[in-house]
């Protein structure tokens, strides 16, 4: 499919281009076979990337050529969109429109996501309101995995382009925090069992996605940064945060941070332990219940 896209593009046909760039993106509304969404996630990720390196040589194109081919300036790695002809603005315009028009929503911010760094043509400073708006549209993907994956990609593409931002990100792992809490009620385990998958084995695909989120957001965090999400992991609605959010938790932060607040992250450890040791004594009781009034 990447060389399909890249043929068509080469041959002008990028109208063509984009139809099978949406059906490419439009795969990952799929989640029936969960195991398999990592790795389709990766295969359809790299082909978002290929859109939006071609997208961005064209308009760069623009702005260095005119239609005939003639050459009118190079532009700096590092530009100002002062130096941007009209022509190659408002082609850089254009694809904004077009994928602000795609019907489906996760095809329509996938897209949005690979070709964010165009908006350097239109303003000198990094998409931040991008990013912000569409961490927001992220919250419109009722599946819990699509989802995730959704985001990890919006914080690869902020990661290359604003990498010391870091309010989205906050935004971004708040919205991973309810999400995670709705999981834990219970509220998505129809979708989980249909899938074939006990809840456990379902965590465990959603936390490459929370430690990667959580890996940018600590990343030269300032100390209150740290302390916001300590404490968003810390506040879960139990009591307790489960504990593969503070195995994520633990990874990220910078090790300074966590020796200093040790008694506070031990004392979180242990409360998670206990709840997942009475949770499984409950399980045990329930099955010998179940087990000896069916005998």
């Known amino acids: 499919l990447n060389q399909e896209i890249s043929f068509a593009w080469l041959n002008a046909e990028r109208v063509a281009a984009l139809k099978t760039s949406i059906k490419v993106a439009r795969l990952l509304s799929d989640t029936s076979v969960p195991h398999f969404y990592p790795t389709l996630f990766v295969l359809v990720t790299e082909v978002m990337d290929t859109v939006g390196r071609l997208v961005y040589d064209r308009i760069r194109n623009k702005a260095e050529r005119e239609d005939d081919g003639t050459h009118v300036m190079v532009l700096p790695e590092k530009f100002s969109c002062r130096l941007v002809r009209q022509d190659a603005k408002d082609t850089c315009t254009n694809w904004f429109y077009k994928i602000g028009a795609i019907p489906d929503l996760l095809p329509r911010i996938y897209l949005e996501m690979a070709i964010v760094r165009c908006m350097y ?6 998409p931040i309101n991008v990013f912000t708006r569409l961490a927001g549209m992220l919250r419109g993907v009722a599946d819990p995995l699509a989802a995730v994956y959704a985001r990890c990609y919006l914080v690869r593409r902020g990661a290359a382009l604003a990498p010391m931002e870091k309010s989205y990100l906050l935004s ?6 309810v999400l995670h809490q709705r999981l834990h009620a219970g509220e998505f385990d129809d979708t989980i069992a249909r899938a074939g998958l006990a809840r456990p084995q379902y965590l465990r695909l959603l936390e490459p996605g929370i430690e990667w989120v959580l890996s940018r957001a600590c990343f030269h965090a300032s100390r209150a940064v740290l302390q916001n999400v300590s404490r968003m992991v810390a506040s879960d609605p139990a009591g307790c945060p489960p504990p593969e959010l503070i195995r994520c938790l633990v990874t990220a932060l910078p090790a300074d941070f966590v020796a200093q607040g040790a008694l506070a992250m031990a004392v979180m450890i242990k409360k998670s332990g206990s709840a997942i040791l009475a949770q499984q004594s409950q399980q ?5 219940g179940a087990h000896s009034h069916g005998g």
């Open 121 to 126: 043509f239109l303003q000198d400073e990094p």
């Open 172 to 177: 971004t792992f708040a919205d991973f925090m």
């Open 284 to 288: 045990r009781r329930e099955g010998r």
